[in-house]
């Protein structure tokens, strides 16, 4: 489905519609909604958005090898590490089974906190940053590069765990320093959506509609998540629904246009 201006606006509506309509009619809805069958339901949407990230992580490494993109290496590194984090998010989920330590809320909410401080600030960096051909190929380096930092990351997040501040307080709701930081990725979310918004006024480029969508999607998926009450309750629920369809719209934007654009390429030499 092409994304045009029309259906940019509508879907950026929808979003908004949903939280609103979720928000007014929530008791209705918590009157069907089980709370116990939320960790399957997070874990199926989590799992959709790590096959994505790894779609885009080995898609990436792909057209460097043809292109040697500076901004398609940098692409790759990101998601290879955002993916990896998500995936610890997903099994240090309160209630999952046992995985290295015991599940908990504060182990997956520092996984879920890094991975989208990560997330935002590279994909940021990627918007600002010159395209380059790099000379060499890097992707190995790369890879080892990010699966370094992400086992870093790891340790000090399960070793630390108790040390660590508290980002949320079960059944209480997030607590300032939390709220603090998704405000921080929210803005970077803000910056982002305005320069890809700048960026589609001067090339008329779908891929660029498609990625300011995911932002719209991304920048509602962090302001939710600093007024949930529980992991387990609708808000968080509506937040991986939000996070799932922006990175749906990522993956649009940087895997599907880019194989139409190559399949465009092969008829028209096949034609000649």
Same mark, same amino acid.
């Not at 790369?142 to 000090?156: D, P």
């Not at 603090?180 to 589609?200: A, C, H, M, N, P």
């Given at each position: 489905m092409k994304i045009t201006e029309g259906r940019f606006i509508i879907f950026s509506l929808l979003a908004i519609v949903l939280l609103m309509v979720i928000h007014l009619f929530q008791p209705q809805i918590l009157t069907i909604y089980n709370p116990a069958n939320y960790v399957g339901f997070h874990a199926l949407l989590e799992i959709f958005s790590i096959s994505i990230s790894a779609a885009i992580f080995l898609y990436g490494l792909k057209c460097y090898g043809k292109s040697h993109s500076s901004r398609m290496l940098l692409l790759s590194f990101t998601?290879?590490?955002?993916?990896?984090?998500?995936?610890?998010?997903?099994?240090?989920?309160?209630?999952?089974?046992?995985?290295?330590? $015991?599940?908990?809320?504060?182990?997956?909410?520092?996984?879920?906190?890094?991975?989208?401080?990560?997330?935002?600030?590279?994909?940021?960096s990627i918007l600002l940053i010159p395209e380059r051909n790099l000379k060499r190929d890097y992707r190995g380096g790369?890879?080892?590069?990010?699966?370094?930092?992400?086992?870093?990351?790891?340790?000090?997040i399960i070793h630390f765990e108790n040390r660590l501040p508290v980002l949320m307080v079960e059944g209480s709701g997030t607590t300032r320093l939390k709220n603090?930081? $998704?405000?921080?990725?929210?803005?970077?979310?803000?910056?982002?959506?305005?320069?890809?918004?700048?960026?589609?006024h001067v090339d008329k480029? $779908?891929?660029?509609?498609?990625?300011?969508?995911?932002?719209?999607?991304?920048?509602?998926? $962090?302001?939710?998540?600093?007024?949930?009450?529980?992991v387990f309750d609708l808000d968080n629920f509506t937040g991986h629904i939000l996070k799932a369809a922006g990175f749906y719209f990522i993956l649009k934007s940087f895997y599907f246009l880019n194989q139409e654009s190559e399949s465009a390429y092969f008829d028209s030499v096949s034609i000649k």
């Open positions: 998601f290879l590490l955002v993916g990896t984090l998500d995936l610890l998010h997903t099994l240090s989920f309160k209630g999952m089974p046992f995985f290295i330590t $015991e599940s908990s809320v504060a182990k997956a909410t520092w996984f879920w906190v890094s991975a989208r401080a990560i997330q935002s600030l590279f994909i940021l790369s890879v080892i590069i990010g699966m370094v930092a992400a086992i870093t990351v790891s340790y000090l603090g930081i $998704e405000y921080v990725i929210s803005f970077i979310q803000f910056v982002s959506l305005i320069i890809t918004l700048y960026q589609y480029s $779908e891929a660029k509609l498609s990625i300011a969508l995911a932002f719209v999607y991304l920048l509602l998926t $962090e302001l939710i998540f600093t007024i949930y009450q529980s």
